[in-house]
């Protein structure tokens, strides 16, 4: 199985921009369905960002697209999401999923898709 730890969480001000890294242990995320989800107090979780195992295919929420941008470095097992423009309501914990696929190419955005999580690292922007 794998193990997967989030950091560069912080605080920031509106427009501004963060790097959250999701680091695995245990096996490669090529192995899986790789996926960024967060969750506000009084919200349910929401998916922000899916890459497939080949890193071909990416899908972003429409919340967040043409803002974030989900990326894989394969030589440092780590998955990456890109925050730029960040506004208020993008304020939450945001935890790094992976999920097991027999297909490269697909991409998930359910949080029942995911069988690992990390434990999360908190984002929040002031306006």
């Known amino acids: 199985q794998v193990q997967l730890v989030e950091s560069g969480g912080g605080l920031v001000q509106a427009g501004g921009s963060l790097r959250l890294s999701c680091a695995a242990s245990g096996r490669t995320t090529s192995d899986y369905v790789m996926a960024w989800f967060r969750h506000a107090p009084g919200r349910e979780r929401e998916f922000v960002a899916s890459?497939?195992?080949?890193?071909?295919?990416?899908y972003h929420a429409d919340s967040v697209k043409g803002r974030f941008t989900i990326s894989r470095d394969i030589a440092k097992n780590t998955v990456y999401l890109q925050m730029n423009e960040l506004q208020p309501e993008d304020t939450a914990v945001y935890y790094c999923?992976?999920?097991?696929?027999?297909?490269?190419?697909?991409?998930?955005?359910?949080?029942?898709?995911?069988?690992?999580w990390g434990k999360g690292t908190l984002v929040t922007v002031s306006s």
């Open positions: 890459i497939s195992r080949s890193g071909e295919n990416t």
């Open positions: 999923g992976a999920g097991d696929a027999y297909g490269i190419h697909v991409v998930w955005s359910h949080p029942t898709r995911m069988d690992y």
